[in-house]
């Protein structure tokens, strides 16, 4: 049984798409999260998102929003894509601020 | 605001060798810390958790400590493996944040058979 489920795992899109990840847990966590790994393997937070609050990680662009039909989901939405967007997105979810568990990841690449 | 460090950024043992990873946080409120292990091209899989009550766990030949006062947090590895030899993640909740992770750029290892 897969615990973090994320789709599609690649992703290729020329610039100026709008594009969506999606993200599935089935923990019953009550908490998500969304990741950057960029071309150096440097893990950042882009957000973080339970039914009380989201928290936005402040050097992410507002071209990038995650939007949560249900405490099982959380997507993450990119509009006008840039090169620089290129890297791979990790979903994760936990219990409060306890151990996280990660998604398998989403190699985004933009032409 | 937090920073975590990991030392050495790359580390070549041969086989049957025990090591040490090294991790570092420059602020002390934190909430825990986890190791994680990402192989190539991979996801991450939690390897340790460590609450900051805490001053070690211990999950099969991996043993991690946590000195928080002084910032710092080791993982060590007994009679390692070329199975072992993957990129380790340090990462700190921060006791400010809803959980939010803060990530060491990883030590990445490879057991020589």
């Known amino acids: 049984d897969t615990a973090v489920s994320q789709t599609p795992k690649y992703l290729v899109t020329q610039m100026g798409n709008d594009k969506s990840i999606k993200c599935e847990q089935n923990l019953g966590h009550d908490t998500m999260y969304w990741y950057k790994q960029d071309s150096k393997k440097f893990l950042k937070i882009m957000f973080s998102?339970?039914?009380?609050?989201?928290?936005i990680n402040e050097t992410v662009p507002n071209r990038f929003s995650p939007k949560s039909p249900d405490k099982a989901h959380l997507n993450l939405h990119i509009n006008s894509l840039e090169l620089g967007d290129s890297a791979v997105y990790f979903c994760?979810?936990?219990?409060?601020?306890?151990?996280?568990?990660f998604g398998p990841g989403t190699r985004l690449t933009v032409l | 605001k937090q920073e975590v460090t990991q030392i050495p950024a790359a580390l070549s043992v041969p086989e049957g060798e025990n090591l040490v990873l090294n991790c570092s946080f420059t602020?002390?409120?934190?909430?825990?810390l986890q190791w994680f292990r990402q192989d190539p091209g991979k996801g991450l899989t939690s390897l340790l958790l460590i609450q900051s009550s805490q001053r070690e766990q211990t999950s099969g030949r991996l043993n991690a400590s946590l000195d928080k006062s002084s910032g710092r947090s080791t993982l060590y590895i007994a009679a390692s493996q070329p199975g072992d030899s993957a990129t380790y993640l340090c990462?700190?909740?921060?006791?400010?944040?809803?959980?939010?992770?803060?990530f060491g750029k990883g030590t990445k290892l490879s057991v020589k058979p």
């Open positions: 998102y339970n039914n009380k609050e989201l928290i």
């Open positions: 602020d002390s409120a934190i909430y825990n």
């Open positions: 994760a979810s936990s219990q409060d601020p306890r151990e996280q568990f």
């Open positions: 990462a700190v909740t921060d006791g400010g944040s809803q959980g939010n992770l803060i």
